[in-house]
Nanobody
Framework: QVQLVESGGGLVPAGGSLRLSCVASTTIFSHHVMAWYRQTPGQAREWVAR???????YYVDDVKGRFTISRDNAKNTVYLDMRNLEPEDTGEYYC?????????WGQGTQVTVSS
């Protein structure tokens, strides 16, 4: 069973930056489109950034220009660089495949942005 381990979250003031990492325990990681998802209390988990196996990237509108997704297939790792963070970015962040979820969800990493 593939494991996903997210890390890098924390408490930052508005305008701050964080780098999230997600390590997958599988060499087939490189075959898949990967995404970062965000979940807030009472809301569905939604993707905020995606990266193809050709490194093509997609973002939802409210993170464009502030978040950058990247991947290192040799390390089975996907990153999310977050800058100019806003209180609205607060949530639990997860990685997984996209658009279809293939792997079991990891524990996520909490990002809290204070105003």
């Amino acid at each position: 069973q593939v494991q996903l381990v997210e890390s890098g979250g924390g408490l930052v003031p508005a305008g701050g930056s964080l780098r999230l990492s997600c390590v997958a325990s599988t060499t087939i990681f490189s075959h898949h489109v990967m995404a970062w998802y965000r979940q807030t209390p009472g809301q569905a988990r939604e993707w905020v950034a995606r990266i193809g196996n050709d490194a093509t990237t997609y973002y939802v509108d409210d993170v464009k220009g502030r978040f950058t997704i990247s991947r290192d297939n040799a390390k089975n790792t996907v990153y999310l660089d977050m800058r100019n963070l806003e209180p609205e970015d607060t949530g639990e962040y997860y990685c997984n495949t996209a658009p279809i979820i293939i792997f079991t969800w990891g524990q996520g990493t909490q990002v809290t942005v204070s105003s």
